[in-house]
């Protein structure tokens, strides 16, 4: 039910087959999808090509500097239909949260005998309105949300997140985007003493860069977001380390950047180290939630701009793009509207207001986010040091790189068979009139960031391009966003999206309850968080495992028999990689992954094949 809509709009009546010999040559279908080179009735293609060019045109961006957003006649057509059918999918979480809502507040102020508070300042209401320390911040999860967030949460999040390991693991799982290895001659951003680092890592500063076993996430920029009033936060710089002998990824230091620039470590008060983790953790989930929006949205959005402007609908890469670009377009404008707007969704549960969202755009749109080749998977990983390093010993476990990487492998593996059911021979490409308009267009036009070059000649940079697109709908976006912040990204009371008492300028903090949300701030930041997730999709066939059995993909008979083939293959390798991440568990040493909680946000029989939200 789902794809059907606009796969097909221009489609005009059933065309060709047996123009070319079935197995010799390109293959046709009887779907209509066909390289222009043999489309029987060119002149009629070309008109439609021309209407789509004139139709759809690059308006401006609407969230801070990003890639252009659809504008023109068809275009503006397009982004309202996204819109309502985003509207529909978003009824049954909506409806969800209300419903559930109320039964957490009554267990919440049940269980601390207090009224929900309405002003923090107020003694009457337990230290955080409600939350008297922070174990009771798990009455916000423990056996509620049944039905907005069936996944639950991380099992071993509550009895573990005090834990160094939790918190350097998440750099390696739940947002791999913010961290970096430091290269030997990297300059450093704040210097520790000998003895401190020694003591904790067995080295020096020093001796740990130059054995590339460095690593720095830096947020310093966001000290310059403006606060809202009553709220606060940091702008933290962490080191992390491979300890030199048993080479655990473990966290070095945490420089606050605001107020009177503490620098944490683990050798502090147990609660001042876990409140500068605390603090990095609010500065890194702002990054990975507007980091998305730079990195998957704003990337397949303009890539597939420039292919409604150039292919036709009956283009077998238009086929596939219309298929994995359901509802893109609804994204911006309902972020502009409801979330980032003054006084919307983002002012309600972040330190900084809404401001700070195209400021973040801008500063990792054109450098970082927005280019499109370095963020292949592996290139990214291997280009901020993380795989295949040259200067420094491999981690361990790199969580995210190991649940990707296989769905990755099979979403090449399965674009290959479908690029070349069409493309059987290079010359293919190079006479595609089409084909080499899109990607002259987004080298140019559509100012695609990092875009491979016009002309394309190598069938394998296509694969790759395709690839990267299904891998920004259907993996990456999920990985920062859809389940993943109701998981375990977001979860108070380690990931706060805010503070709201003034940080401690001195060390020595007793207690860092009252610094947190009371139950209105936390079912703000809780809701807002379901509100990402779409629980009713599996049983739609929207997840990635039915990424290409439904829409364009839906009836076999029309397809190529190897793509036919190659889309079952596909799905039941998603289904066993589906199974294998849904079993994991503890170890003998109360670990998973290397990690001391479960993480299972990349389970493909979970997470939507698009950009749902
Ligand atoms: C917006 O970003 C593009 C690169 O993506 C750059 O060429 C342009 O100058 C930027 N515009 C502004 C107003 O910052
Ligand atoms: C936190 O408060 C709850 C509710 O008052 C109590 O049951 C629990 O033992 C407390 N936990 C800690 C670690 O103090
Ligand atoms: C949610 O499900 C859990 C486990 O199935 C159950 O114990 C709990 O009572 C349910 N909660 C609600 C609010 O329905
Ligand atoms: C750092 O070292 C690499 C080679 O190891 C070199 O290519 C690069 O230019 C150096 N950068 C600086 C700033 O010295
Ligand atoms: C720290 O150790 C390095 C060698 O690893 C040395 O060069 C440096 O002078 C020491 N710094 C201090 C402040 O002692
Ligand atoms: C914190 O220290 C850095 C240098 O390490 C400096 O650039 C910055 O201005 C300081 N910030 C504040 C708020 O003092
Ligand atoms: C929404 O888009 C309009 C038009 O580009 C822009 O003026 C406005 O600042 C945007 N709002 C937000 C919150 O980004
Ligand atoms: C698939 O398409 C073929 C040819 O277009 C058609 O004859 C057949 O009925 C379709 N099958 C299904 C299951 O829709
Ligand atoms: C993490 O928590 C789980 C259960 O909550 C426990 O079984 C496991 O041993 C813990 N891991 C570590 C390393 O403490
Ligand atoms: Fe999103």
């Not at 209509?32 to 070309?46: E, H, V």
């Not at 009824?91 to 209300?98: L, M, N, Q, S, W």
């Not at 009713?536 to 397809?559: K, T």
Request: aromatic letters at 12%.
């Amino acid at each position: 039910m789902l794809n059907i809509l606009l796969i097909g709009l221009f489609i005009c009546g059933d065309i060709v087959q047996g123009l070319a010999p079935p197995h010799s040559g390109p293959l046709l279908s009887s779907s209509g999808y066909i390289l222009p080179q043999l489309d029987p009735n060119p002149s009629q293609r070309a008109q439609e090509v021309a209407i789509n060019y004139a139709g759809f045109l690059y308006g401006p961006p609407l969230i801070g500097n990003l890639s252009f957003f659809p504008a023109g006649t068809l275009g503006v057509q397009r982004v309202y239909a996204d819109i309502e059918g985003f509207k529909q999918n978003a009824v049954f979480i909506t409806e969800a949260i209300e419903k559930e809502s109320g039964a957490v507040v009554q267990e919440i102020t049940q269980v601390s005998n207090i009224p929900p508070a309405p002003n923090i300042e107020s003694t009457n209401y337990g230290k955080a309105g409600g939350f008297k320390n922070l174990s009771s911040y798990e009455l916000l999860y423990k056996d509620e949300w049944n039905q907005s967030n069936p996944l639950g949460i991380a099992p071993g999040y509550f009895t573990n997140y005090s834990q160094d390991l939790h918190f350097s693991m998440e750099r390696l799982s739940v947002n791999p985007f913010s961290t970096s290895r430091l290269h030997p001659n990297d300059t450093l951003p704040f210097a520790l003493d000998n003895v401190t680092v020694s003591k904790i890592a067995g080295a020096t500063l020093d001796n740990l860069q130059k054995s590339g076993r460095l690593f720095l996430a830096s947020h310093s920029y966001q000290a310059l977001y403006q606060l809202q009033p009553g709220r606060f936060g940091a702008a933290c710089d962490a080191y992390f380390y491979l300890h030199p002998i048993t080479n655990d990824f473990l966290p070095l230091a945490i420089k606050t950047n605001v107020g009177s620039n503490l620098t944490y470590s683990p050798l502090d008060s147990e609660n001042d180290w876990l409140f500068a983790k605390l603090m990095f953790n609010s500065n890194d989930f702002l990054h990975s939630q507007i980091f998305h929006l730079a990195n998957s949205h704003a990337v397949a959005e303009i890539v597939y701009l420039a292919a409604l402007r150039t292919l036709s609908a009956r283009h077998p890469v238009r086929a596939f793009l219309d298929r994995i670009m359901y509802q893109s377009y609804a994204i911006r404008p309902v972020g502009n509207q409801t979330l980032f707007n003054p006084g919307g969704f983002f002012d309600q549960t972040a330190a900084v207001d809404h401001r700070a969202v195209p400021e973040f755009v801008d500063r990792f749109y054109p450098n970082i986010a927005g280019l499109f080749r370095s963020n292949y998977l592996r290139e990214s990983l291997v280009n901020r040091g993380m795989l295949d390093c040259s200067y420094g010993p491999e981690l361990k476990n790199l969580p995210f790189f190991e649940d990707a990487g296989p769905i990755v492998a099979s979403l090449s593996r399965f674009v290959s068979t479908f690029v070349k059911a069409y493309y059987t021979d290079s010359l293919y490409l190079e006479g595609d009139n089409e084909l080499q308009a899109w990607i002259a267009e987004a080298n140019t036009q559509a100012n695609v960031l990092d875009f491979p070059p016009a002309p394309l000649t190598n069938i394998q940079t296509l694969i790759d391009i395709l690839t990267q697109m299904a891998y920004l709908t259907g993996v990456n976006h999920h990985l920062l966003n859809s389940n993943a912040p109701s998981y375990i990204t977001g979860l108070l009371p380690f990931h706060p999206s805010a503070f709201f008492k003034p940080l401690p300028t001195s060390k020595g903090v007793q207690d860092i309850t009252p610094y947190l949300a009371d139950l209105d701030h936390a079912m703000a930041q809780v809701t807002l968080q379901l509100r990402f997730q779409r629980p009713q999709l599996p049983a739609e066939h929207g997840e990635l495992v039915d990424m290409f059995s439904q829409g364009a993909f839906n009836n076999g008979s029309s397809l190529p028999w190897e793509v036919v083939e190659a889309a079952a293959r596909f799905r039941s390798d998603m289904e066993g990689i589906g199974q294998k991440i849904g079993a994991k568990q503890f170890d003998e040493n109360g670990l998973s992954q290397g990690m001391p909680f479960v993480w299972k946000v990349l389970d493909p029989r979970k997470i939507p094949y698009f950009l749902s939200v």
